[in-house]
């Protein structure tokens, strides 16, 4: 049986109960020996007329102070921000006008949030949700001089960030030194962080100062410190402790300002354990940790990650949906270092046409499209279990949720998008189990 659900505006309603709560007042005055007066025995008479005047007061000043409001809402249902009024509830149920402007106010902040990210670092792709928690944080620690130790898988962007916490600290306009500790073989490593003094090996004809000394009033970025031998951890850990360095060579100490980031994709905890890393040093690095989630936990910025690399090589370059589908069930474990790479061959391959998935062959085996290894079970199946319903609402799914994360989880842009009827979108998602609201 049909339910029937009546939608009172708001600019009926308030007005209603205002006027309704002051002929109450005047009729309960009558109770009241210190409120009481004479009314020449026509209470009724005015009390339609303090309803009447009450409702009309308040209907005009509620409409002159939602005008506004619903001016600014229908503005932006035209540009896209907001979903249109009947795409809200594809069951048919109306909303009321306080649910409106709550679902409403909640996308216009996050469209806002993600614009003051673009604008904050326009150097990092992506919106998801994980991604901006990571850049709030940023935010919270970056003005301040305390060390940061990013940790995370290879790949998932590490000295970007390390670059976004010196744009946005009270260092910004010092330089910031980049040092890959992992690149430089252990005996040069020192030297090249603390510099040396004229003589003090064969070939230094010259004295030459180190990373820190160029970093002072400015940033130094520390990658891979987890390849690091233990003298040069320890005299590290002075230089934080007191602030100054000691040249390889040298008797002077020389006082460097420097705010240290570290970054590693080792287990720290893990070479503690095995005595080579030093835990006080960890312990001074760890001051603020930051760890930066793997490209598989925010798939939601595999579109624009994927557009914005594809654009990067060919600026014509466009993506099939199909493509689309094929990056978003990929589990990256070269994260975006891993993605880029994938896109550059992929423009290679494409030429000047669409990226479709056989410009993607070879980059995972066997792909999404070819049949796993394995013998059937004379069912269709392989040993994984994977039929062909399964694999096909795979890819329904990747599709649909790759539409939403484009269309900030507006189901009638995901459905244009996607060349379906919004209602036909609707049934999928509900038979998908697909939760629309994590794309908002």
């Not at 970056?142 to 260092?171: C, D, F, M, W, Y």
């Not at 070269?334 to 993607?360: F, K, M």
Request: proline residues 5%; glycine residues 8%; hydrophobic residues 45%.
């Amino acid at each position: 049986m049909r339910r029937t659900v009546f939608h009172v505006s708001l600019t009926l309603l308030v007005p209603l109960i205002v006027a309704g709560t002051a002929v109450l007042a005047l009729f309960l005055s009558e109770y009241l020996p210190f409120f009481r007066y004479d009314v020449s025995g026509d209470l009724t008479r005015l009390a339609t007329l303090v309803g009447g005047t009450t409702f009309i007061v308040a209907f005009l000043l509620l409409y002159l102070i939602l005008r506004p409001i619903r001016d600014f809402l229908d503005a932006a249902r035209a540009s896209g921000v907001l979903p249109a009024k009947d795409s809200a509830f594809p069951g048919g149920l109306p909303r009321s006008d306080l649910e409106e402007f709550r679902q409403a106010f909640e996308q216009v902040g996050q469209a806002l949030s993600r614009l003051d990210a673009k604008a904050l670092f326009p150097e990092i792709v992506g919106q998801s949700p994980v991604l901006r928690a990571v850049l709030g944080q940023v935010l919270k620690v970056a003005p301040t001089n305390a060390s940061v130790l990013l940790t995370g898988e290879s790949g998932t962007g590490k000295e970007i960030i390390a670059r976004a916490i010196h744009e946005q600290s009270l260092r910004r306009d010092g330089p910031l030194v980049v040092v890959n500790c992992a690149a430089i073989p252990e005996t040069l490593l020192e030297s090249e962080l603390f510099g040396y003094e004229k003589g003090a090996f064969t070939g230094a004809v010259t004295a030459k100062p180190g990373r820190f000394e160029l970093a002072h009033a400015g940033t130094l970025f520390l990658d891979e410190i987890g390849d690091m031998p233990l003298a040069v951890q320890a005299k590290i850990l002075r230089m934080l402790e007191t602030g100054t360095v000691e040249r390889v060579g040298g008797i002077k100490s020389v006082r460097c300002d420097v705010r240290v980031v570290a970054a590693t994709n080792r287990d720290i905890q893990e070479l503690m354990r095995q005595g080579l890393f030093r835990e006080d040093l960890f312990h001074r690095l760890n001051v603020f940790p930051l760890h930066l989630p793997p490209l598989r936990e925010r798939r939601d910025d595999i579109p624009a990650l994927a557009e914005h690399f594809a654009a990067s090589h060919n600026g014509n370059a466009d993506i099939s949906a199909a493509a689309l589908g094929l990056l978003m069930t990929h589990d990256w474990p070269g994260n975006v270092r891993e993605l880029r790479n994938s896109l550059e061959r992929a423009t290679v391959l494409a030429g000047e046409e669409e990226i479709r998935p056989e410009h993607l062959a070879g980059l995972f085996g066997n792909g999404l499209f070819a049949f796993p290894a394995g013998n059937t079970d004379g069912k269709g199946k392989t040993d994984n279990g994977a039929g062909l319903d399964q694999r096909l609402a795979s890819v329904e799914r990747t599709m649909i949720e790759e539409a939403l994360a484009r269309c900030d989880g507006i189901q009638a842009k995901a459905a244009r998008l996607l060349g379906i009827k919004e209602r036909s979108l609707w049934h999928r998602i509900k038979k998908l189990d697909i939760a629309v609201k994590q794309f908002k």
